[in-house]
C-alpha cells in the first residue's frame, strides 16, 4: 500500500499562473482533505470532500478550487497564483468522518509563487 | 480566532527525560482530542488521542492528559529518545473538520 500520495513535491510558479496538486490514496477512504501549511499557522483546512463528485469547504478556500471525480484522486487548483498561496500543501484523507478517526497524510508539495 | 493554541514553539530535552507538550483551546465543543507528529519533509502522522469523557491515555512512553474545565491538553514523552525530536501538533476535529494548533518543535538532545 502507498497509503496518501501527492504529485509533485515542489514546484515554482510564477504569479498569474495556474496548476493541479494531484492526491491519491489507495486506502478507499471516503472522506479527503487539502490543507495548507505556514509558519506559526499550524495546518489549515482549504477544501474538504466526502465521497466521490462532492467538495465542501473549509477554513481558508479562497483562491483555490477542488474535485473528486474519483474515489482515489482529490485534485487541488489554483487558477491564478499569487505570493499569498505559497506554502506546503498537504492532502490527507480518513474512512470515517473525522471527529471520530485518525487523518492519513501525504508527504506533501512545497509550492512558491514568485 | 485560533481555536487551537500551542504557545511554546519549541522545547529542548534532555534524553531520558520527560518532554511536556501542551495545547489549550477555546471552545467547549470538542469532543475528541488528537496528537500528530511530524518530522522534516513528511506529512503528518497520528500519534495518540483522548476522548472528552476520559482524562488520561495512556500507551508506552506517550501520555496525554485532558483537562476539560481549563480547555487543556498535554503529552508526556516519558523518556524521551532521540528519535521523537520532531514537531507536534494537537488536533481537534468536529464535523468533517479538524482544527490544528501552531505546532511545537521538541528536540531530544542525546
Known amino acids: 500500500n502507498a497509503g496518501v500520495t501527492q504529485t509533485p513535491k515542489f514546484r515554482v510558479l510564477k504569479t498569474g499562473q495556474s496548476m493541479t496538486l494531484l492526491c491519491a490514496q489507495d486506502?478507499?477512504?471516503?472522506?479527503m482533505y487539502w490543507y495548507r501549511q505556514d509558519p506559526g499557522m499550524g495546518l489549515r483546512l482549504i477544501h474538504y470532500?466526502?465521497?466521490?463528485?462532492?467538495?465542501a469547504k473549509g477554513e481558508v478556500p479562497d483562491g483555490y478550487n477542488v474535485s473528486r471525480l474519483k474515489k482515489q484522486n482529490f485534485l487541488l487548483g489554483l487558477e491564478s497564483a499569487a505570493p499569498s498561496q505559497t506554502s506546503v500543501y498537504f492532502c490527507?484523507?480518513?474512512?470515517?468522518?473525522?471527529?471520530?478517526?485518525?487523518?492519513?497524510f501525504g508527504p506533501g508539495t512545497r509550492l512558491t509563487v514568485l | 480566532d485560533q481555536q487551537v493554541k500551542q504557545n511554546s514553539p519549541s522545547l529542548s530535552v534532555q534524553e531520558g527525560r520527560i518532554s511536556i507538550l501542551n495545547c489549550d483551546y477555546t471552545?467547549?465543543?470538542?469532543?475528541?482530542f488528537l496528537w500528530y507528529k511530524k518530522y522534516p519533509a513528511e506529512g503528518p502522522t497520528f500519534l495518540i488521542s483522548?476522548?472528552?469523557?476520559?482524562d488520561k491515555n495512556e500507551d508506552g512512553r506517550f501520555t496525554v492528559f485532558l483537562n476539560k474545565s481549563a480547555k487543556h491538553l498535554s503529552l508526556h514523552i516519558v523518556p524521551s529518545q532521540p528519535g521523537d525530536s520532531a514537531v507536534y501538533f494537537c488536533?481537534?476535529?468536529?464535523?468533517?473538520?479538524?482544527?490544528f494548533g501552531t505546532g511545537t518543535s521538541l528536540t531530544v538532545i542525546p
Open positions: 490527507a484523507s480518513s474512512y470515517l468522518p473525522s471527529g471520530v478517526n485518525e487523518q492519513f
Open positions: 470532500s466526502v465521497g466521490e463528485g462532492t467538495t
Open positions: 486506502m478507499n477512504h471516503e472522506y
Open positions: 483522548i476522548s472528552s469523557i476520559k
Open positions: 471552545n467547549s465543543m470538542f469532543d475528541y
Open positions: 488536533a481537534l476535529p468536529t464535523g468533517n473538520q479538524f482544527y
